[in-house]
């Protein structure tokens, strides 16, 4: 019996989990807290760990971290072999001669909207899930933040999280009326 194997997909995941090692292993050695979100938490990491071969690819890294810390995260990624750049008002860190904003890790701000449009700010700090050695907000601030910020892609996030049975009722009942309605309008398209 014959087996293919999707080699591009491969590659790219290995592109993003090796780019995720660095951020560890930069964030670890200088003693500094991150917590990924975006669609690798949420598209491929939390719905991998509930239902394998469901998860989604995404193209970069998201993470959240401290706006005080960001002098001591430009250092220490240097040591791993990233650098610190702000690209068109988003402050993020590139392999050092690939510089690509689309494969880079984007970095956002503890306690910050990440637009002022939006109706909360990030979370802070506080406990985390580890897949895959890495360190992941909590499902129910990943579920808040993408419910607020309620783009295509999230809607699309959310909608795998949904199948893979991760938003639960107590995940929901947490949720803020207006976010509620958000995830019940989400649920209700097909």
């Given at each position: 019996m ?38 690798l938490?949420a598209?491929?990491l939390?719905?991998e ?5 469901a998860g ?8 959240l971290?401290?706006?005080?810390d960001?002098?001591?995260i430009?250092?220490a990624a ?8 702000r690209?068109?008002g988003?402050?993020?860190?590139v392999?050092?001669g ?8 984007h ?19 506080g ?8 360190r ?5 601030d990943?579920?808040?933040m ?9 809607e699309?996030h959310l909608?795998?999280?949904d ?5 639960t009722?107590e995940?929901?009942g947490r ?6 309605e ?9």
């Amino acid at each position: 019996m014959t087996t293919f194997v999707n080699t591009f997909f491969e590659k790219r995941v290995d592109q993003l989990f090796d780019l995720g090692e660095l951020v560890e292993r930069a964030f670890a050695s200088a003693g500094l807290e991150y917590r990924v979100v975006g669609g690798l938490a949420a598209a491929y990491l939390y719905v991998e760990e509930a239902e394998p071969d469901a998860g989604r690819l995404t193209r970069d890294i998201d993470i959240l971290v401290r706006r005080e810390d960001l002098r001591k995260i430009a250092l220490a990624a240097e040591t791993v072999g990233l650098e610190y750049r702000r690209v068109a008002g988003v402050d993020m860190l590139v392999q050092q001669g690939k510089a690509s904003a689309r494969r880079a890790v984007h970095m956002m701000f503890t306690g910050e909207k990440v637009r002022q449009e939006y109706l909360q700010p990030t979370p802070e700090f506080g406990a985390y899930t580890r897949i895959k050695g890495l360190r992941l907000v909590p499902l129910a601030d990943l579920v808040t933040m993408k419910l607020t910020s309620c783009r295509l892609k999230d809607e699309t996030h959310l909608k795998d999280l949904d199948e893979a049975g991760l938003i639960t009722a107590e995940i929901e009942g947490r949720l803020p009326a207006i976010l509620r309605e958000r995830l019940g309008r989400i649920r209700a398209r097909e």
